[in-house]
């Protein structure tokens, strides 16, 4: 089963707006992460907010994290084009062997009109 | 210096084969992950090596295997193909095997027909 599950899966946006992408998840975690994906490519690592931490910026990436919602934040400023992609949240979960494994939600495609 | 590299970028199959992809870490990473991703949906785990030895394996059948080498680069090899196994696979690595960020390849696209 997935760990983390983004809202919404979907969303189109004009430039210039901001999007805003939710991830939650079920167990506790040591951090969690935030990647984006291009069409049929790999995935690129954009944050990674520590379990004691409750916001992060990054250029025009701002990462909030609740641990007591369980829940994730994405927000992308000013959007452009090239930021069209799908994004996930992705955190570590222990599996019944005691490793970690990365999990990923589903995703959210973000569509940005130029 | 190089990313993550995957070898072949494409490949199509028919049913009952069997495929081995490869995956060369970024220099300095000895931990390599594999993913699958069907489409419209997230990466899943298949496994984790770590100085080559195996640290994690998800929920995937036996006919999936994986090795690192000694220069930490790694094959996942796939028996028996069957249709649902048509998917991008995903090799990512990292410095170490703990919970950290993972540099991704572009993946492998198998269609299995």
């Known amino acids: 089963s997935q760990q983390g599950e983004e809202d919404p899966q979907a969303l189109s946006i004009q430039e210039g707006e901001n999007a805003t992408m939710n991830c939650s998840y079920k167990t506790s975690i040591n951090n969690l992460q935030w990647y984006r994906q291009n069409s049929g490519r790999g995935l690129v690592h954009l944050i990674l907010?520590?379990?004691?931490?409750r916001e992060k910026h990054s250029g025009r990436l701002r990462v909030t994290l609740d641990t007591s919602k369980k829940s994730s934040s994405l927000l992308i400023t000013a959007s452009r084009a090239a930021d069209t992609a799908s994004y996930f949240c992705?955190?570590?979960?222990?599996?019944?062997?005691?490793?970690?494994?990365?999990?990923f939600g589903s995703g959210t495609r973000l569509q940005v009109q130029p | 210096d190089a990313g993550v590299t995957q070898s072949p970028t494409h490949l199509i199959k028919t049913r009952g084969q069997q495929v081995t992809l490869r995956c060369s870490p970024i220099?300095?990473?000895?931990?390599v992950s594999w993913y699958q991703q069907v489409l419209g949906q997230g990466p899943q785990f298949i496994f984790q090596?770590?100085?080559?030895?195996?640290?994690g394996r998800g929920n995937f059948p036996d006919r999936f295997s994986a090795r690192q080498f000694p220069n930490y680069s790694s094959e996942l090899n796939v028996n028996a193909l069957l249709l649902g196994d048509s998917a991008l696979y995903l090799c990512a690595s990292s410095l170490a095997g703990g919970p950290n960020e993972q540099f991704f390849g572009p993946g492998t696209r198998l269609t299995v027909l």
């Open positions: 090596y770590y100085e080559k030895e195996e640290r």
């Open positions: 220099s300095g990473h000895k931990s």
């Open positions: 992705a955190t570590h979960i222990i599996m019944d062997t005691g490793r970690r494994a990365l999990t």
């Open positions: 907010i520590r379990s004691n931490e």
